[in-house]
């Protein structure tokens, strides 16, 4: 099985802060690599698929980068909705495998 | 619009079996896989399978091989995913979710409200 990891695995940040989250995989998945918000008691939500597109609908300060083992998720200012938990996910080869979350707090 | 609909809460007794389904609506059904995935309480999020609701082949999880069964009706637009042997483990919420494109290996665009299963004796 790919593995998933995640830094950090917790962020505290302020309004308006630019934020970065990793993701790399335990081998090359290519580009098929994609990015979730999860808030509580909800199901997740697409924001990024195939390592840097953006999911329609999506505000445009939500990015993703990277290719092979290593991914980035930039959010460019923070908003008051942004805090939530985000995974990557792997969709190369089954099982299809999460890393294990990024809890962005408020600071 | 584009939407799954879940069934309701499961309380389940260890070695018992759940069977949860998920009504597509607003897509052509048999033209996106279906995966499944769930997340026990305050933990990550874990893949079980796949179907293709048009010809019904699915692929699991190693790790739920023998246990999980994925099946789909293509009259109701509706996929299944029926979990045996239940254990306390498999406490957790599970969903089902969409492919983003009309292929197997894709992020997951439309989720499912969610189905807590509570296993318990």
């Known amino acids: 099985d790919i593995q998933m990891t995640q830094s950090p695995s917790s962020l505290s940040a302020s309004v308006g802060d630019r934020v970065t989250i990793t993701c790399r995989a335990s081998q090359s998945i290519s580009n098929y690599l994609s990015w979730y918000q999860q808030k509580p008691g909800k199901a997740p939500k697409l924001l990024i698929y195939a390592a840097s597109s953006l999911q329609s609908g999506v505000p445009s300060r939500f990015s993703g980068s990277g290719s092979g083992t290593d991914f980035t998720l930039t959010i460019s200012s923070l908003q008051p909705e942004d805090f939530a938990t985000y995974y990557c996910?792997?969709?190369?080869?089954?099982?299809?495998?999460f890393g294990q979350g990024t809890k962005l707090e408020i600071k | 619009q584009v939407q799954l609909v879940q069934s309701g809460a499961e309380v389940k007794k260890p070695g018992a079996s759940v069977k949860v389904s998920c009504e597509a609506s607003g897509y052509t059904f048999t033209s996106y896989y279906m995966h499944w995935v769930r997340q026990a309480p305050g933990q990550g999020l874990e893949w079980l399978g796949i179907?293709?609701?048009?010809?019904?082949?699915?692929t699991y999880a190693q790790k739920f091989q023998g246990r999980v069964t994925m099946t789909r009706d293509t009259s109701t637009s509706t996929v299944y995913m029926e979990l045996s042997s239940l254990r306390s483990e498999d406490t957790a919420v599970y969903y089902c979710?969409?492919?983003?494109?009309?292929?197997?290996?894709?992020?997951?665009?439309?989720w499912g409200q969610g189905t807590t299963v509570t296993v318990a004796s």
């Open positions: 996910q792997q969709s190369y080869s089954t099982p299809y495998t």
């Open positions: 179907i293709n609701p048009s010809g019904g082949s699915t």
């Open positions: 979710a969409k492919s983003l494109t009309m292929s197997a290996p894709a992020a997951f665009d439309i």
